[in-house]
């Protein structure tokens, strides 16, 4: 079956702009994380959703971040007025139940110059 | 504060020989400790993953093996072929939904 995927696969933006990255989840998934993946960082959790719910935002480094899912499936990763530091593979995953095994999609190179 | 600590960094292995990786964390609450790989441009894959209940789980090639009282777990891949090579995250999960991830190790498994 189909696995995560994500769109686009590249993106590169000024800084300053705003960006908007996209994950569909495994069809029937009902948990969905987000993780960014950079050089000097390693992968960092930056949010989880249950359905719509994001009960778990702790991970996201600024009020520049936000992230929304609909209708328990697509969700969207925002990043407002991108910095160079925000630079990095955003990462989506998503597991079929509370604790399950995850699953990534390939990733979003974001790169801000 | 980085909650689980991997080695080595990156690691050189002959065909066929046995690459061993190893995790060590601190968080008492973590019951599920994962491995992925990864490729470059890929996204991470899960591989194996372990919870506290036993002390050893293989899945082909790959072997975990879990000492709780240490607090650390290993990968083992045996007979080590070069489409091996990648880059190997161990994880830990807790407490939360959240994965907490290792430094990553790249493999390297020369022909």
């Known amino acids: 079956g189909a696995g995560v995927s994500q769109s686009p696969s590249n993106k590169v933006t000024e800084k300053g702009k705003d960006v908007e990255l996209r994950c569909d989840p495994i069809?029937?998934?009902?948990?969905l994380y987000w993780y960014r993946q950079s050089l000097g960082q390693g992968l960092e959790f930056l949010i989880y959703f249950q359905g719509n719910s994001a009960p778990d935002k702790s991970g996201l480094p600024s009020d520049r971040f936000s992230a929304e899912r609909t209708g328990g499936s697509v969700s969207t990763l925002t990043i407002q007025r991108t910095q160079q530091e925000d630079s990095a593979v955003y990462l989506c995953?998503?597991?079929?139940?509370?604790?399950?095994?995850?699953?990534f999609g390939p990733g979003t190179r974001l790169t801000v110059t | 504060q980085q909650q689980v600590k991997q080695s080595p960094q990156s690691l050189i292995v002959q065909k066929g020989g046995i690459s061993i990786i190893n995790c060590a964390y601190e968080n008492t609450a973590f019951d599920y400790f994962p491995w992925y790989q990864q490729f470059p441009g890929k996204g991470p894959a899960l591989l194996i993953a372990i919870r506290p209940d036993v002390s050893e789980k293989k899945e082909g090639r790959f072997t975990i093996s879990f000492n709780k009282s240490a607090k650390q777990f290993s990968l083992h891949i045996m007979d080590s072929q070069p489409g091996d090579s990648a880059t190997y995250f161990c994880a830990a999960q807790g407490g939360s939904e959240k994965l907490v991830f290792g430094k990553g190790t790249k493999l390297t498994v020369n022909p």
């Open positions: 995953a998503s597991s079929s139940s509370w604790k399950g095994e995850q699953y």
């Open positions: 069809s029937g998934h009902t948990a």
